[in-house]
């Protein structure tokens, strides 16, 4: 950023979080830990140009010309909205859809509230329906999809576009995200995935009887989770879900997952597995299993705090990509760190043959 004088970052939120760590972590590493955190807290209700001065030393590193970042794809984590706000710099989110081309609504920069993600834009029309879905028509909105040879219309007869997503809007004409109204996992990077992909992959592994695919919420974005009916005398569920994976894009890649407890899912009249219930026993596991103590200093620590998930007490023999779920996006990060912590200049080249932990110690 300093060196190609980059103005404006436009980028999804992980690679805005990852910055954000990768500030914190050279503010550990110069022993300025508890400076910056008392800076931060003097800065929180500071006019934007006294946040700027109290902050100068990160704006000289990410240099004098860089003031803003544009946040889309997802929903940025109201934490990372705030840090970067409170150091001084201008965060604008927007939002939109491939078929609206693309933008419907984005904030003003300097006159945004938090969790927003902005006014609608000149020129669109939008409502908020009974159900609190978003609605748009006006000449932004594409026309129909083409499939397979077929036209189908995008728009109701009315014109109105349904775009599956749920909004509230204040007094002042301000958007909030509220979530899909579908099942559509949205991962931190942005990208989409239809849990229907995950369960196929699934469901032809050995030892699966049945399985559904949730969304667990991870600082404002979902991540997908693999609930799981095993047989009787199954597989080890980690070495299934490392199967399914291998057939599935790495940002479809499943994450977490859970053995269901009884001998079938809560189910419909129609036999479908009700989600809410299911959900719910998920996440009421996921608390009453805390996180692995780690160790300071050690690689598991490092690991587990870029990916914010636990990682096993024995993982030398772990592969980083299958077992960890490691993205493309992580590892960058934990190069950063490692040359960071340990004041090396690693082979990238090197870093990325790395298959497992065992390799990556080495």
Not at 8 to 23: N, S, T, Y
Request: charged share 30%.
């Amino acid at each position: 950023i300093r060196r190609e004088r980059i103005s404006v970052v436009v980028a999804v939120p992980r690679f805005i979080e990852a910055l954000q760590r990768e500030i914190e972590r050279q503010e550990e590493l110069n022993g300025t830990s508890e400076e910056f955190r008392h800076k931060f807290a003097m800065a929180e209700h500071e006019h934007f140009l006294r946040r700027w001065w109290r902050f100068r030393r990160i704006h000289s590193g990410l240099g004098w010309k860089f003031w803003a970042f544009v946040s889309g794809g997802a929903a940025l984590p109201e934490r990372t909205e705030t840090f970067w706000r409170r150091l001084g710099y201008a965060v604008v989110q927007g939002y939109g859809m491939t078929e609206t081309t693309s933008l419907i609504s984005l904030n003003h920069p300097f006159r945004s509230a938090s969790g927003s993600i902005g006014r609608v834009l000149d020129g669109v029309d939008m409502r908020i329906d009974e159900n609190g879905e978003v609605l748009v028509r006006g000449e932004n909105v594409a026309v129909a999809y083409q499939q397979n040879g077929r036209i189908q219309s995008l728009a109701e007869s009315d014109g109105w576009f349904r775009t599956g997503d749920l909004a509230e809007r204040d007094r002042d004409g301000r958007l909030f995200f509220k979530g899909r109204r579908k099942n559509i996992i949205v991962t931190p990077a942005g990208m989409n995935v239809f849990p229907e992909d995950l369960e196929k992959a699934l469901r032809m592994q050995a030892g699966v009887r049945d399985c559904v695919v949730i969304g667990i919420d991870r600082d404002g974005n979902t991540e997908a989770c693999a609930v799981l009916l095993m047989n009787a005398a199954g597989p080890d569920p980690a070495k299934v879900v490392e199967s399914a994976n291998r057939g599935l894009a790495e940002y479809q890649r499943i994450r977490q997952w859970f053995v269901w407890p009884d001998a079938d899912f809560p189910r419909t009249p129609s036999q479908k597995p009700v989600l809410p219930r299911i959900r719910e026993v998920v996440e009421h596991a996921g608390r009453e299993c805390p996180e692995t103590t780690l160790g300071r200093d050690s690689l598991r620590q490092l690991i587990s705090r870029l990916t914010g998930r636990s990682v096993p007490l024995s993982f030398e023999k772990s592969n980083l990509e299958t077992d960890l779920q490691l993205s493309s996006i992580d590892r960058v990060e934990l190069l950063s760190a490692l040359e960071q912590q340990y004041q090396l200049d690693l082979n990238e080249a090197e870093f990325q043959e790395a298959a497992t932990v065992a390799q990556l110690e080495k």
